[in-house]
């Protein structure tokens, strides 16, 4: 083999505590190296151009690329190779850089650490083979999981495309937080007004197939032929007899059912359809509330249902949706609360959540669109909105900024004053973040047209006071403690992933953060991308997000989805695992230890013996290190090259 | 008010006051739920999130001369609101050993009730207070300072006439070792959050 070296300066990010001359000219008495050399940026164009000409000028068989880590550039230089007429697999990286150059300030030492990871590629290379993709077609269909704002809008846009799509939603409605809102800021315009008819294009749109109440639970297989199971609980109602008329709800006697579709601010029927505008707009029963589950008697709604749709004995139902694209907007949930004892944790009736008070202001919710106390349907003169309870808050191990409780803190206290105009409106803030287009502005009109008074200060203690309650804090501008007699006090508690989140990203296959939150493929320039193929992310599932950015997101989800089946056939990564049925005793460890159900055990020329799925095998390793007899080899990291690495760095 | 000029900032101020609190103090980000909280803040000529402010800009005398940190009560009612974990408490008890060391003590009365608090626990293990209300009497000849309750304090039996002792010592071995060998310099924990 002839060995071509690059070491890379990446400007000073390495050059300024690693010498790339010294390490070129350490790696150029490396053994089978033919060429080495150092670049200003390997990855620019003209040190890519330095890598192909040095290819054809020195006959080289193996390039050696010193710089950033693999996850970063691997790719870029596999194309680099491959376009000179090497095999990309003919390729190692050293990662001097993450690994060398940015955690130490010794130049010496750092060079001759650098020295050392080039040594070891250089004897990984020695041992490369060159290694060819699979192709594959693919099943151009995608699943959307969650159908709130960000999942509509995938769904619509890919289906506008020309895929398939599968919608699945865990509530017995799409529409998700939106739905919830009275009014978006910062245009003050209808939520359910500019959302409704994206949810009826939903259920309108041939190429999309709605299962609503559903919730996926297995993903097999791997990009362009993923097979989903999905369950769809039953509603005890025959979906395709209800025609959402509402006499059930009408004339069922279980009225204390909780109404999770108004955050639980009011009380509805055991059966029900969540709010006028759903869709698909049939109803359910909630077992918990229904006299016919808990006493085996009533049955009224049966008698009253005109088309007979009531069936008390449905079951769940599985169903099975190959596709080739997953497309993850399961959204966010507001943080648990609870544990803020300092602001009542949820004992006062009258300190109530953002999304909770967006139901009372909203028309189709509880009280009409009349802002009143819960605990006596009162009419509140003083209205206090806290924020960053739950957000920015390390005690409570949430530290992160929720991103869009400054602007809809703004927005309620607006709608407050309008639909209360004798009321006084405090807001406590730390700080105001209101970066979009048009948001500051808003801002600005809330305290400048609607007298809204924001004090600068955290609340330290809610306590009762007869029917009032008593706000206390600081005003740090004014470099004091304050307090104020309020009779509704509005928390803007911070999101968090939602709930079962984390579940669902082990179901996937892709990873999540410390809040839940799914992880992008790049924080920066993959936000829509897993770290697994074909799965994408859109919206509030990624981190906190407000409408525009969700719906962004979501477009964006949809663009990544076509651009993969544009193609029409994938390739795979040929990293994978490799049996030697000379070897293989056919024990069956590899089958139980791999995750993604790659290997299995065939009969072969009369012997049992483990074989791997091409298409599915993620290349992890694991059957590489549980096979007791060597007979898996995982390719490009086989057992010799490892040890080659190794006695590279220990050669003293 | 006057203008704060930011270069004389005292940076070796700022991380003597980390050193013996053990807290960090750049954690702090102003928003007030120490104040919110303070039982004492109508007292203060600062409020405590000001305190801890001039201590980010590295303000020595402006700190070290206020009264607020005379007159916290450390309930620590500062140090449970906090979001960022200071124990805000530690923090004023630094800056109240810092003031009495540089001569900068804006509340002498307090520091002589506190000096005469801490003799009689060292001398008796435990607070003997008619013992120690005399030596803060003598000090800071405030003669009639709380004399009106002795009589009802006498006839409830609050107060003695002779110190209980607590212990052999032990407590005044306590003493002597923060006296030899200085307060435990507490480590900084390593996370930035």
Redesign the interface.
């Known amino acids: 083999m002839r060995i071509g070296v690059f070491v890379c300066h990446c400007g000073s990010n390495i050059a300024a505590t690693v010498d790339p001359a010294a390490v070129a000219m350490a790696a150029d008495s490396m053994p089978e190296v033919a060429y080495a050399t150092d670049l200003m940026y390997a990855c620019a164009e003209p040190g890519q151009k330095a890598i192909v000409e040095a290819i054809g000028e020195y006959r080289l068989t193996g390039v050696v690329v010193a710089s950033c880590s693999p996850r970063m550039h691997e790719p870029t230089f596999r194309k680099t190779v491959e376009r000179a007429g090497l095999n990309p697999y003919l390729f190692e990286m050293a990662n001097i850089r993450e690994h060398v150059s940015w955690i130490g300030k010794d130049k010496e030492a750092n060079t001759r650490k650098a020295t050392d990871l080039v040594r070891m590629a250089v004897e990984k290379l020695r041992r490369d083979a060159p290694l060819h993709s699979r192709r594959f077609p693919v099943t151009k269909r995608v699943l959307v999981i969650g159908g709130g704002i960000a999942g509509i809008q995938a769904a619509l846009d890919c289906a506008e495309g020309g895929l398939d799509v599968v919608l699945v939603e865990k509530e017995a409605t799409i529409g998700g937080k939106m739905a919830k809102l009275d009014k978006t800021f910062p245009t003050v315009d209808c939520s359910s007004c500019i959302l409704g008819p994206k949810m009826v294009d939903v259920a309108q749109h041939p190429r999309i197939t709605l299962h609503a109440l559903s919730e996926v639970e297995e993903l097999s297989g791997f990009v362009g032929n993923f097979k989903a199971k999905i369950r769809k609980k039953a509603p005890y109602v025959d979906w395709n007899l209800c025609t959402g008329c509402g006499a059930c709800l009408a004339k069922c006697p279980s009225k204390k059912a909780t109404d999770r579709f108004n955050e639980e601010t009011g009380l509805t029927t055991a059966i029900t359809i969540p709010f006028p505008q759903a869709i698909p707009k049939k109803a359910h029963i909630n077992p918990e509330f229904c006299r016919h589950f808990m006493t085996g008697k009533c049955g009224v709604c049966a008698k009253i249902c005109p088309a007979k749709a009531i069936r008390f004995e449905q079951e769940d139902e599985i169903v099975v949706e190959e596709v080739g694209a997953v497309i993850a907007a399961t959204g966010y949930d507001l943080a648990d609360w609870s544990g803020y004892d300092?602001l009542g944790g949820g004992r006062f009736p009258d300190v109530i959540t953002g999304l909770q008070y967006e139901r009372l202001l909203s028309a189709s919710g509880p009280t009409g669109g009349h802002v009143v106390r819960p605990s006596d349907g009162r009419e509140p003169k003083t209205v206090v909105f806290i924020q960053?309870v739950a957000s920015?808050?390390?005690?409570?191990g949430r530290?992160s900024c929720s991103g869009f409780c400054c602007m809809y803190t703004a927005k309620q206290a607006v709608l407050t004053r309008d639909h209360c105009p004798d009321s006084k409106v405090h807001v406590f803030y730390?700080d105001v973040r209101a970066p979009g287009k048009m948001y500051d502005e808003f801002i600005r009109r809330a305290v400048d047209e609607y007298g809204v008074d924001y004090i600068?200060?955290?609340?330290?203690?809610i306590f009762r006071k007869g029917e009032r309650y008593v706000v206390?804090?600081?005003?740090?501008l004014a470099?004091?403690?304050?307090e104020v007699e309020a009779d509704l006090v509005v928390l803007a508690v911070g999101a968090q992933a939602a709930h079962g989140a984390e579940k669902l990203a082990e179901r996937l296959h892709i990873s999540y953060d410390d809040q839940g939150f799914f992880m992008e493929g790049h924080p920066k320039l993959r936000p829509m991308e897993t770290n697994t193929a074909g799965v994408f992310l859109a919206g509030a599932c990624q981190g906190p997000k407000d409408i525009p950015s969700s719906v962004a997101q979501g477009s964006g989800a949809a663009a990544k989805a076509l651009c993969l089946f544009a193609k029409g056939v994938l390739e795979n990564d040929p990293q994978i695992a490799n049996v030697r049925p000379g070897r293989c005793v056919a024990c069956g460890k590899c089958v139980k230890t791999c995750p993604f159900g790659a290997l299995n055990i065939v009969e072969a020329r009369g012997r049992r013996t483990a074989e791997v799925v091409e298409t599915v095998c993620k290349g992890c390793g694991i059957c590489t290190a549980t096979c007791p007899q060597g007979a898996i080899q995982l390719q490009h990291s086989t057992d010799n090259q490892i040890l080659a690495e190794v006695n590279a760095l220990c050669r003293f | 008010m006057k203008t704060l000029n930011l270069g004389e900032s005292d940076p070796r101020f700022i991380s003597e006051v980390e050193q013996r609190s053990g807290q960090k103090i750049s954690?702090c980000?102003?928003?007030?739920?120490?104040?919110?909280?303070?039982p004492n803040?109508?007292a203060y000529d600062?409020?405590v999130?000001?305190v801890m402010r001039l201590i980010q800009l590295g303000r020595r005398e402006e700190v070290l001369s206020c009264s607020a940190i005379w007159l916290c009560a450390a309930c620590q009612a500062c140090a449970v609101?906090?979001?960022?974990?200071i124990d805000v408490t530690r923090v004023m008890e630094t800056c109240r050993q810092m003031s009495a060391e540089a001569g900068l003590v804006s509340e002498r009365a307090i520091q002589v009730f506190v000096k005469s608090f801490l003799g009689s626990v060292k001398r008796n293990g435990r607070a003997f207070e008619p013992g120690l209300m005399a030596g803060y009497m003598f000090r800071t000849g405030r003669f009639f300072t709380d004399v009106d309750l002795a009589p009802v304090m006498l006839a409830k039996r609050k107060l003695a006439f002779k110190p209980h002792k607590a212990g052999n010592g032990e407590v005044a071995d306590i003493f002597r070792r923060y006296e030899e060998e200085g307060p435990v310099s507490c480590n900084l924990e390593s996370d930035h959050?």
């Open positions: 300092y960053c920015r808050d390390p005690s409570k530290p730390m600068r200060g955290r609340v330290s203690q206390r804090g600081a005003d740090t470099g004091a403690q304050v | 954690r980000y102003q928003c007030g739920a120490c104040t919110g909280r303070c803040t109508f600062l409020p999130n000001r609101q906090c979001p960022n974990e959050a």
